[in-house]
């Protein structure tokens, strides 16, 4: 079975950053996968900028080469690659001056004033103002156009409102895609169809009958050169404001009466309103700061976090919390998050476990009863979980087993599992905000998040060592067990 194509209005989508990291590893082979299978109009471009001078040729030439390196051999065909090179223009654009702007609008114009014009903002926050105030005042946006911003937006909620109030001076709400790639992920995709397409779940998703839930989004990697910006936010901002607490939306809403972009926006900011706050009366007990040291990683042997640095420290590398949400579905279910780099593997993972069941009829000698659990994977192996008690087949009496219901679609299906960003790039063309963050949801994430990170400044929180390559410090382990519960331990 193959995934169905929507084909889309012909757009050009502008990459600002082309020339950078994301553009090289994630964009030119998202919009690659999406030509090839002819999602793409004919006359559709994709032009280049950022402040290097280089020709149309030469940015073909880069873009072969995130191909070849991103895109898997088996889908580098001759026919598409040419045609998608052959989309492919630059234009040299400083953010900062009016250096190159009259050229790209120049482009743009040939392209006619009724084509969609997408841009996509893949460059540092700081000139996230710049670019949107001269695309608007340099005359390069009509009447379809849309902005796409990556994270982080802001680094509290004063800088995201001052951020905000820039786009929104320029351009229209419904105009403004914040992207948060986790929402494009496949199975995220998956636990809403799991959770709103089945009677199944939605009876029992709520305090009575689950227990707790957790999400990890653990990176094995260290700072891998992003030193100025990492250390400057730290892991509360960079995966909990908004990767972590997006996931946690999704799994505590509401059914909203769509999937809508509103609809679905409106539910998950009332989960972000309804979190327990953290301030300094409660900041030690529900959370945990973590800085990698030495140790190993992917077999081989690592620094520490202020060696990579080179330089002191007290930025968390790590951080675990126990969230709370205050509302009649999830009184009482703690919701623990932890996220960090340099840990034992690269994983995403939320799972959800069931409480016990009240009585067993089973004697000792059948073994323990497991609580249900739900794993959602989001990487690396995508897929979704359902672990129950059955017996273990064949004669020899009442054993009980603990074992998968295997929900892993890629390999049911037999079709690619597209990366979130293929999604997401045409979700704009669509003009389709259900996968993107609202204003209002960015504000109630900084509005959870600010105290925390004033109550660890007031309380003086530093973060606690642990040896890379392993699950974080000990306190994390702490946290989850004062209250008789473990961090799930991937299989
Ligand atoms: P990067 O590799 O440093 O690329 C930055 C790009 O911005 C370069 O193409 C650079 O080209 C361009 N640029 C810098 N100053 C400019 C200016 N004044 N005018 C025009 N262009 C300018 O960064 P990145 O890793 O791709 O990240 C880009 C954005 O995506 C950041 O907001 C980051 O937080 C976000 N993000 C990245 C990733 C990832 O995996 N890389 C993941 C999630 C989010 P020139 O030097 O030629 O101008």
Redesign the pocket.
């Known amino acids: 079975m193959s995934s169905q194509i929507i084909p889309v209005e012909p757009f050009d989508y502008v990459v ?11 964009l030119l082979p998202a919009l690659y996968h999406r030509d090839r299978d002819g999602q793409l109009p004919l006359e559709s471009r994709i032009i280049g ?4 001078q280089i020709t149309d040729e030469d940015y073909r030439a880069f873009a072969r080469q995130a191909l070849t390196d991103h895109v898997g051999a088996a889908a580098l065909e001759d026919e598409a690659v040419e045609r998608f090179l052959g989309r492919l223009h630059y234009r ?5 001056s009016d250096h190159g702007w009259n050229e790209l609008r120049g482009l743009l114009d040939d392209g006619g004033q009724d084509r969609i014009r997408a841009f996509y ?5 700081a ?2 103002g ?2 949107a105030t001269r695309i608007s005042e340099m005359g390069l946006a009509n009447s379809k156009t849309r902005l796409v911003v ?3 937006v802001g680094r509290d909620l004063a800088s995201a409102n001052d951020l905000n109030d820039v786009l929104g001076r320029h351009f229209r709400e419904d105009q403004i895609f914040r992207i948060d ?1 986790y929402l494009g992920k496949e199975t995220v995709q998956n636990l809403m169809a799991l959770r709103f397409a089945n009677a199944l779940y939605e009876p029992i998703w709520n305090s009575t009958h689950i227990d707790h839930v957790q999400i990890t989004v653990a990176e094995s990697v260290g700072l891998e050169g ?1 030193v100025t ?1 990492y250390d400057k936010a730290g892991a509360l901002r960079d995966m909990v404001q908004n990767h972590i607490l997006q996931l946690l939306c999704l799994v505590a809403l509401e059914p909203p009466s769509s999937m809508t972009a509103d609809a679905l926006r409106d539910e998950k900011l009332k989960v972000l309103r309804a979190l327990e706050p953290i301030t300094a009366g409660n900041v030690e007990q529900t959370t945990v700061r973590g800085q990698y040291r030495a140790g190993a990683s992917s077999g081989g042997a690592v620094k520490g976090y202020v060696d990579d640095l080179e330089g002191s420290s007290d930025t968390e590398t790590f951080v675990a919390i126990k969230a709370e949400i205050g509302n009649w579905r999830w009184a009482g279910v703690p919701f623990y998050l932890r996220t960090g780099k340099r840990l034992t593997q690269r994983m995403s993972e939320i799972v959800v476990t069931f409480r016990s069941i009240p009585h067993s009829i089973f004697d000792a000698s059948a073994g323990a009863v497991a609580q249900n659990q739900l794993v959602i994977r989001l990487q690396p192996d995508e897929g979704i979980r359902q672990w129950l008690m059955i017996k273990d087949p064949g004669p020899g009496g009442m054993r009980l087993r603990h074992v998968p219901l295997d929900m892993t679609f890629a390999s049911s299906f037999r079709t690619r599992n597209p990366d979130a960003y293929e999604r997401l790039l045409m979700d704009v063309i669509r003009g389709n905000q259900t996968l993107f963050m609202r204003r209002d949801e960015v504000e109630a994430a900084w509005r959870w998040v600010d105290p925390i990170l004033k109550a660890w400044e007031e309380r003086a929180v530093k973060p606690q060592g642990y040896t890379s390559g392993t699950w974080g410090p000990s306190g994390s382990i702490a946290l989850i067990e004062r209250d008789g519960r473990t961090w799930h331990e991937p299989e």
């Open positions: 600002f950053g082309g020339s950078g990291d994301l553009a090289e590893r994630k900028a950022s402040r290097t040299d654009v400083d953010a900062r903002l893949a460059v540092s926050p000139i996230f710049d670019i990556e994270k982080p790639h992003r910006y």
